[in-house]
């Protein structure tokens, strides 16, 4: 994926610093990369820089960071379609991600059924059974994916779809845009509280988009 090769490139660069105001503007810092803190800062910035600009356009930029990097990629990043069917025979589910990882809300919505279609279709042939299952791309209702990401989804058979949004799903909630919270505390307390927290916003109600069953 895209943000994959940005850490990748920033991660394994061998040099002092990487100027990148010629790419993204000249308020843009002079990164360090001395240090592993000094790369992380870096490689949030970018990915939050480009993250949300037209795929071509970030396409660009990707590889003219990674050109400019000097950085050799791996050629591990993703898993082979060999290793997907693995993990699928030994009783895994997999869903669909879109083709690119592109913002939904940002494109149109023929082009965002291709990128959601396209995903579906391929795992499809590729594990021999119906994908039922999407996950929208960064996944916070109304910035990342909009009412048509959500009608879009429903049209094209998938059975269930998760966001994001922060929260705990319940008889209400819209099989379309189940919200969820990320459990990557290191502690058995730090992730009891954040489950505490996360049920107790729940009972406010979390955000949904409208949209028309297709």
Same mark, same amino acid.
């Given at each position: 994926?895209?943000?994959?090769?940005?850490? =990748?490139?920033?991660?394994?660069?061998?040099?002092?610093?990487?100027?990148?105001?010629?790419?993204?503007?000249?308020?843009? /810092?002079?990164?360090?990369?001395?240090?592993?803190?000094?790369?992380?800062?870096?490689? =949030?910035?970018?990915?939050?820089?480009?993250?949300?600009?037209?795929?071509?356009?970030?396409?660009?930029?990707?590889? %003219?960071?990674? #050109?400019?990097?000097?950085?050799?990629?791996?050629?591990?990043? *993703?898993?082979?379609?060999?290793?997907?069917? +693995?993990? @699928?025979?030994?009783? *895994? +589910?997999?869903?669909?991600?879109?083709?690119? @990882?592109?913002?939904?809300?940002?494109?149109?919505?023929?082009?965002?059924?291709? =990128?959601?279609?396209?995903?579906?279709?391929?795992? =499809? #042939?590729?594990?021999? %059974?119906?994908?039922?299952?999407?996950?929208?791309?960064?996944?916070?209702?109304?910035?990342?994916?909009?009412?048509?990401?959500?009608?879009?989804? #429903?049209?094209?058979?998938?059975?269930?779809?998760?966001?994001?949004?922060?929260?705990?799903?319940? !008889?209400?909630?819209?099989? *379309? +845009?189940?919200?969820?919270?990320? /459990?990557?505390?290191?502690?058995?307390?730090?992730?009891?509280?954040?489950?505490?927290?996360?049920?107790?916003?729940?009972?406010? !109600?979390?955000?949904?988009?409208?949209?028309? /069953?297709?």
């Amino acid at each position: 994926m895209w943000n994959d090769r940005v850490i =990748e490139s920033l991660r394994r660069s061998t040099l002092p610093s990487i100027d990148l105001r010629e790419l993204l503007g000249p308020d843009t /810092p002079v990164f360090a990369l001395a240090s592993t803190l000094q790369r992380r800062i870096a490689l =949030e910035a970018v990915i939050a820089r480009i993250k949300y600009l037209p795929v071509a356009r970030r396409e660009a930029l990707v590889q %003219e960071i990674h #050109r400019r990097s000097g950085a050799h990629l791996p050629a591990d990043l *993703m898993l082979t379609s060999a290793q997907v069917r +693995q993990m @699928h025979h030994g009783g *895994m +589910q997999i869903g669909a991600h879109t083709v690119s @990882h592109p913002i939904l809300a940002t494109l149109t919505a023929d082009a965002a059924r291709q =990128e959601m279609a396209d995903s579906k279709h391929h795992l =499809e #042939r590729l594990l021999g %059974e119906p994908v039922t299952l999407f996950a929208y791309p960064n996944g916070q209702p109304g910035e990342d994916f909009n009412a048509d990401s959500v009608a879009i989804a #429903r049209a094209l058979g998938f059975e269930a779809a998760v966001t994001t949004a922060r929260g705990a799903a319940n !008889g209400r909630t819209d099989c *379309m +845009q189940i919200p969820r919270f990320t /459990p990557w505390d290191r502690s058995r307390l730090r992730f009891g509280a954040r489950m505490l927290s996360t049920l107790w916003s729940s009972r406010r !109600g979390s955000a949904q988009l409208a949209s028309t /069953p297709g």
